[in-house]
């Protein structure tokens, strides 16, 4: 690309980064003027996805003249997107059960647990609110805005400057160390490199919801970043400071980093299939467009006419095998003496192919019957 469209690749990103700026203001604002409580959340990133999604596909239309809102955003609805999301989420989970895991072993779990119905209720519009929030977040993150940086800086220099702003914005709104900084930006990187190597967000979706529910919903443990949701289910870790984060989550703690780091070269392995089937660019043909099947018809067709012989003006000639040598002077030209080869003459009637007359036959030819003088015959003109 030159210098002039990484100039506008950038200008359509700031937009982009404006543009989410102002549809999480208009979101919330429209959310808590409709209700409050428990379904404030749920309709907030609910209303914060359709605005995002709406103005990156408006922008889309503009600026790339892209018709798809399923391009625009990253959620295309290709073959196998389900598969996609499963993957993420099996490879977000693995995760957090790695974190999880020293922390029962080593040190404990301080686990309490309301089961009221109306607690479950609140689960699952937490449940809504957490799926709705975190695609909100890829979008916003590793969509439209993410594709126009990528064409201004390249790939690995827009994921590293987007997995630092992620951080940043993940750990503003609660307390933050420098190892939560750090884990946040890693899990930037790892989300980052499945939208590169797949060319879609159900990936990354799939591992950012499966890695927020099962820290908070499932395990109950605190999570850095705005949406932290545990109705049912609080856990207390107990342990050293390396595995528990002292109380601010494994997302805070050292063991929780070098799990991270591992996610990192699961993600690329795992979507090594994916990166073949949709990780390069399309081929844009140059030229001036063929169409293959009717260029191999025509010339078929020219082949076939310059064999074809051409149609005969008169009767064809036919020649026949094995006739005897008797017959030899019968194809003679009209008024032409048939002349016989020495020794090609027959020497008995039925080699000549003639049937001998009996005696007493009479070897006059019979004359031919004179015609019928009732039937009409031609008239003299």
């Known amino acids: 690309m030159t210098f002039w469209e990484r100039l ?3 200008g359509w990103f700031l937009l982009a980064a404006a543009w989410f700026l102002f549809a999480d203001m208009v979101a ?24 995002l999604a709406m103005g990156y596909w408006v922008m889309s239309r503009v600026g790339q003249r892209t018709l798809s809102t399923g391009r625009a955003t990253g959620l295309w609805l290709r073959p196998g997107w389900r598969g996609e999301f499963a993957l993420g989420a099996a490879i977000g ?23 009221s ?6 689960l699952i519009l937490d449940t809504i609110a957490l799926g709705a929030g975190t695609l909100a977040v890829e979008v916003a993150f590793r969509g439209y805005g993410f594709q126009r940086l990528t064409e201004a800086m390249g790939p690995t220099m827009a994921a590293v400057f987007m997995a630092a702003i992620y951080a940043v914005w993940r750990t503003h709104t609660s307390q933050a160390t420098g190892a939560s900084l750090l884990v946040s930006f890693l899990l930037g990187l790892v989300l980052a490199i499945a939208v590169l190597r797949t060319r879609a967000l159900w990936v990354g979706w799939g591992f950012h919801f499966a890695w927020a529910a099962a820290m908070s919903l499932l395990f109950g443990l605190p999570m850095s970043g705005p949406m932290d949701y545990s109705p049912v289910i609080l856990t207390n870790p107990v342990g050293p400071r390396w595995i528990t984060g002292d109380g601010l989550g494994p997302e805070a703690s050292a063991f929780g980093i070098l799990v ?27 030229g001036v467009p063929v169409d293959i099947d009717a260029a ?11 064999v074809q012989t051409p149609a005969q003006t008169g009767p064809q000639l036919v020649q026949i095998q094995g006739i005897a040598p008797a017959a030899a002077g ?11 080869k020495p020794g090609s003459l027959p020497e008995t009637p039925e080699e000549a192919g003639l049937t001998p007359v009996p005696d007493g036959a009479s070897d006059e030819t019979p004359e031919a019957s004179a015609p019928d003088e009732s039937e009409p015959g031609p008239q003299a003109s």
């Open 8 to 10: 506008r690749a950038l």
């Open 28 to 51: 919330f604002r429209a959310a808590a003027g409709m209700s409050y409580g428990h379904l404030l959340a749920p309709l907030y990133h609910v209303f914060d996805l359709f605005l």
């Open 93 to 115: 989970w693995s995760g957090v059960v790695a974190c999880v895991l020293p922390i029962a072993l080593i040190g404990g779990m301080m686990i309490s647990v309301d089961s």
């Open 117 to 122: 119905p109306h607690q479950w209720l609140v």
């Open 260 to 286: 991270v780091l591992l996610l990192l070269y699961w993600m690329a392995s795992l979507t090594t299939d994916l990166k073949y089937k949709y990780g390069f660019d399309e081929i844009v043909s140059g």
């Open 296 to 306: 191999a018809r025509q010339a078929h067709e020219a082949a076939m006419r310059q």
């Open 330 to 340: 019968r194809g003679a030209a009209p008024g032409q003496p048939a002349v016989a």
